[in-house]
Every structure is written in structure tokens, then in C-alpha cells.
């Protein structure tokens, strides 16, 4: 996880399309949008999504590896629920036709994700003047999540350094102890980062 | 129980979207209204921290392993209004940043686990809490209730979404999402409360200070989110509600004092059977009985919570 996260921030770097982040959101939104809505068995408009996602997922010279791993993520929870199709009369067309669709879906938001700053989706959202409480908290959020889950995996290994594997009852107790700590940072951090952006001239 | 793309047809996003957006709204103006300034960058570390204490999995029985949804102890943590919002932040990243839930589903997932989870979380957390206060595992007992109640609610209203969009039918939908996520919803209650007590532990005033911008059940604040969540219940659960005889109407037709009933029917019942009379489609009639049954009901309590109020400040 904590290796995606790191590719997640390498990759945007040396990814060719270069073009507005708006009308990147907006063409991620528009061949979602169409993918979903598709009528139902409709395999030649699928075998068009897919080779033109292809195309740019190549175009963008996307790392293969990476995107296997961010797919990989993805299926066993879409076969989770597609699966639930398999139990009603017809049910194998519609879990093939379900299972295909949602995956396109992810291709087209994984090329989105690869090829776009979340800082400029964020900047772009500003422009279309979406609510400044929620693009700060959007904000924050974005910017501590990585410095979170660093924290985080440090109590873990810090922990396994120090006790033995607990087991049972124990290892809940300790995940919702090392889980409290973690909030008590996050709180004082949020303290500290009140104060910082108020000496910057930040105001509600 | 993100849903991804493709699983939700047009007309159930664009009415989730609308839902969502609307309990958005609400909760942006109660939290630019109540909260305190200094409290409002700890809205955005606590959706990071929900996001990174998610990452975290749980032994769950079998050898599988679940992981925390976090909605109840955004709530309790922040208050049901800056609980949304961290929540919809949450998901709308997860969605954005890792495929995890689609986009034209944000709607309906923002709906089910960012305002039907931490609402209906806070407001058992709340109800529980005010029964049991004197006893030393108030907090304890109060979390695990509203951990697992909001588990398998959230769970029940996504099934219905999903057998509103003719994805999965509700006789398969309805007993998989709702057994499973009964069986989750322990995970969370059990690992929900086990933080709640620790940060009482370390620092208490983390749990309790929030109590203050959304006072015990203030009935003002909580009302539009209770009309909310009603409609999505009278939208997406209600038309799949099962057409089977109830326990009495069996039992009356088992013993054969059917007929009384039927004699003393009163003729001016206006939605006999939870439908409308005077409309022919059988979803359309379920659910406008159902929007006039909730606004009745709605109001009643409403006045009842009046007159309890007005005596009590007498």
C-alpha cells in the first residue's frame, strides 16, 4: 500500500499528456459517464471504450506493473458484488457485462489519476467555485493522508520491534490503542496547523 | 461497500447525487455556522486519519480480515455535521485517487457510508448513551450499538440501490449485504469502541469537547438530516419492502378472524396497503404513501418532542 502511495506521487512526473486538468476531470467524467450508461450487452461499445483507453494508456506511457497493481486492488471487491448477480436466473451475462463496466470505469480513473496532478484537480475545482470549507478540507485531507499513513506504519513497526505478536482479544486491543494514538497526534497536528495557517493570513 | 461504477443506472444516480449534494450543503452551512474556527483544519486531519486508520486490517474469523469504515467514530469524534463532511472527503478521494468506488456512484456512495452511517451512528451513540449515562461502560456499550446499527443500515439502504438500478434483485441483495455487514458491523463495533475507550483513557477531552457545537440531540440541528434520510429510505428500501402478509394479518388468516378485520376497515382509509389509489404504477404509489406516511410521522414526533421540550423547561 505504502508503495502505491509512493508511485501514486513518482508517476505523475514523467507522463506525457499534457493538456488543461479541467478538461482532463471533464473527459475521465464524460467516458465514465458513457461506459456506465451503456445499455446492457452492448459488447461492441465496450471493445471501442477499451481500445481507446488502451490508446492512451500507452500514449501516457503508463507503468504496466502499476497498473496491474491498482487493478488488482480494485477486482476482488467488484467480483464481490458482481458475484451476488450470479445467483438470479441470467445472471452470468449480467455479471460478465457488470464485471467488464466497472473495470473500464477504473481504467479511465486510473489514467486520470496518473496523468493529473490532485492538486490541479483541486485548483480547478476552486475555479468552478465549489465551496472553500469543503476544497480546505479536501485540501488537508490530501495533504496529511500520506503523512498519516507514514506515521502509522511507524507505531506498527515500532510495536512488532517490542512485543510478541498478540493474539485473540489482545491484537484488537492493541490495533484500537495504536488507532487512539494516532488520533491524538492528528489532533495536535490540527492544533499546530490552525496556528500555522492563521499566522499565513488564513481566515474562515 | 464502496459500489463502483456501472452497478447504479441513471435514474438512481441522479437521485443520489441530488440527495448527497443537498445533505452536503446542510452540513457545510451547520458547520460554517456552529463550529468553532480552531476546530475546522482538524475536520480535514481527521477524514486523513480516517483513511489511514482504514488501512489497517482486522482479524475477522476464517482467516479473512476486515477493515474499520470509520463513519461512528467520525461522529463521535467531531459531531454528526463535520462527520459528513470528512466522510464525503474521504470517499470522494478514495474514488478520485484510487478507483475505489465509481464516479457516477459517488452519489450513492456519499449517501450510504459519508451521510446514512455517521447520522444514523451518532444518533443511536446518542439515544444509547442518555439511557445508560450512570454506568462506567456507557461509552463502551453506547459505540458498539451505533457501530453496528450503522453498519447494517448502510448496508441494507446500498442493497436497495442496487436492486433500484435492476442490478442485483433485492430477495438476493437484501439477505447477502445485510448478513454480511451484520457480521462486519461486530468488527466495527467491537474495534470502534475499544478507540473510543483508549482515547477516554489518554485524552478525554478529545471525545467530549465536541459535544458542545451540536449539543445532546439538539432536535433543531438533527430535523433536516432525519427528513433526508428519511426519503432515501422511502426512495430506495420502501418499494422493496415485502408484499407478504404481515404477523398479525397471517396469524388472522390462520385463525380465521380475517373478516373482522375487513368489516371494520374504515372506508376513508386514504393509502390502503401502502398504496395511493388513484395511481397506477405500483413503485410510484409506494413510494408517495411512503412520503406522506414519513411526513405524518414526522411531524407527530415532531410535536410530541415539542410539548416534551416545553415542559421540561417548565
Same mark, same amino acid.
Given at each position: 500500500?505504502?508503495? /502505491? ?5 513518482? #508517476?505523475? #512526473? ?11 476531470? /471533464? ?6 459517464? =458513457? ?10 461499445? &465496450? ?8 490508446? /492512451?494508456? /500507452?500514449?501516457? @506511457?503508463? #507503468?504496466?506493473?502499476? &497498473? ?46 496518473? =496523468? ?10 476552486? @475555479? ?5 470549507? &469543503?476544497?480546505? =478540507?479536501? =485540501? ?16 506498527? @513497526? ?18 484500537? #490503542? ?27 | ?39 475546522? %483544519? ?91 449515562? %450512570? ?52 468488527? !466495527? ?23 458542545? %457545537? ?43 378472524? !380475517? ?7 374504515? %372506508? ?47
Amino acid at each position: 500500500m505504502t508503495q /502505491l502511495f509512493f508511485h501514486l506521487h513518482q #508517476n505523475t #512526473n514523467h507522463v506525457r499528456l499534457k493538456t488543461h486538468p479541467l478538461l482532463k476531470l /471533464l473527459l475521465c467524467l464524460l467516458c465514465v459517464l =458513457t461506459t456506465a450508461l451503456l445499455p446492457r450487452f452492448f459488447w461492441q461499445g &465496450f471493445a471501442v471504450v477499451a481500445t481507446s483507453l488502451t490508446l /492512451l494508456l /500507452l500514449l501516457a @506511457r503508463v #507503468n504496466g506493473i502499476f &497498473f496491474l497493481k491498482r487493478l488488482l486492488l480494485f477486482v476482488p471487491f467488484a467480483l464481490g458484488l458482481a458475484g451476488l448477480t450470479l445467483c438470479q436466473p441470467g445472471g452470468r451475462r449480467v455479471f460478465l457485462d457488470l464485471f467488464i463496466r466497472s473495470n473500464l470505469c477504473v481504467w479511465a480513473v486510473i489514467l486520470l489519476g496518473v =496523468t493529473t496532478r490532485f492538486s490541479d484537480i483541486l485548483a480547478s475545482l476552486r @475555479r468552478l467555485h465549489v465551496p472553500g470549507l &469543503f476544497i480546505t =478540507t479536501l =485540501t488537508l485531507t490530501y495533504r496529511y493522508l500520506f503523512v498519516l499513513v507514514d506515521e502509522l506504519q511507524r507505531f506498527k @513497526r515500532a510495536r512488532q520491534c517490542r512485543t510478541f505478536v498478540p493474539q485473540g482479544l489482545l491484537s484488537w486491543k492493541a490495533l484500537g #490503542n495504536i488507532i487512539a494514538l494516532l488520533f491524538v497526534r492528528t489532533a495536535d497536528r490540527a492544533d499546530r496547523v490552525f496556528n500555522a495557517m492563521c499566522a499565513r493570513g488564513w481566515k474562515t | 461497500m464502496h459500489i463502483p461504477d456501472g452497478f447504479i443506472d441513471a435514474k438512481t444516480a441522479i437521485t443520489t447525487f441530488s440527495l448527497s449534494a443537498i445533505g452536503l450543503t446542510l452540513s457545510l452551512r451547520q458547520v460554517r455556522k456552529t463550529y468553532p474556527p480552531q476546530k475546522i %483544519p482538524l475536520i480535514g486531519l481527521t477524514a486523513a486519519f480516517i483513511f489511514a486508520a482504514q488501512m489497517l486490517n482486522f482479524p475477522v474469523a476464517g482467516g479473512t480480515s476486515g477493515h474499520l469504515i470509520g463513519a461512528v467514530l467520525a461522529s463521535i469524534l467531531l459531531g454528526p455535521s463535520a462527520a459528513i463532511l470528512a466522510m464525503s472527503t474521504v470517499l470522494i478521494l478514495q474514488c478520485l485517487l484510487f478507483a475505489d468506488g465509481g464516479i457516477t456512484a459517488l452519489g450513492a456512495n456519499v449517501f450510504v457510508l459519508g451521510i446514512v452511517a455517521p447520522l444514523v451512528g451518532h444518533t443511536v451513540y446518542r439515544v444509547c448513551l442518555l439511557l445508560c449515562q %450512570p454506568r462506567a461502560h456507557a461509552h463502551f456499550v453506547a459505540t458498539a450499538a451505533a457501530g453496528w446499527v450503522s453498519t447494517v443500515s448502510a448496508a441494507i439502504v446500498c442493497a436497495g440501490l442496487l436492486a433500484l438500478s435492476n442490478t442485483v434483485d433485492w430477495g438476493i441483495a437484501f439477505p447477502a449485504m445485510a448478513g454480511v455487514h451484520a457480521l462486519i458491523g461486530m468488527g !466495527e463495533a467491537l474495534i470502534t469502541s475499544l478507540i473510543i475507550t483508549a482515547l477516554l483513557r489518554i485524552r478525554p477531552e478529545l471525545v467530549t469537547s465536541h459535544d458542545r %457545537p451540536c449539543p445532546a440531540l439538539n432536535s433543531r440541528a438533527l430535523a433536516p438530516y432525519g427528513l433526508l434520510i428519511s426519503a432515501g429510505l422511502v426512495l430506495f428500501v420502501a418499494p422493496f419492502a415485502c408484499g407478504w402478509p404481515d404477523g398479525l394479518e397471517k396469524v388472522a388468516g390462520t385463525l380465521g378472524f !380475517e373478516h373482522f378485520a375487513k368489516a371494520v376497515t374504515m %372506508p376513508t382509509t386514504l393509502f390502503a396497503d401502502y398504496t395511493t389509489p388513484w395511481l397506477s404504477t405500483a413503485f410510484l404509489s409506494t413510494v408517495l404513501a411512503g412520503t406522506v406516511g414519513v411526513i405524518t410521522v414526522f411531524g407527530f414526533s415532531y410535536l410530541c418532542l415539542l410539548a416534551i421540550k416545553k415542559r421540561a423547561d417548565s
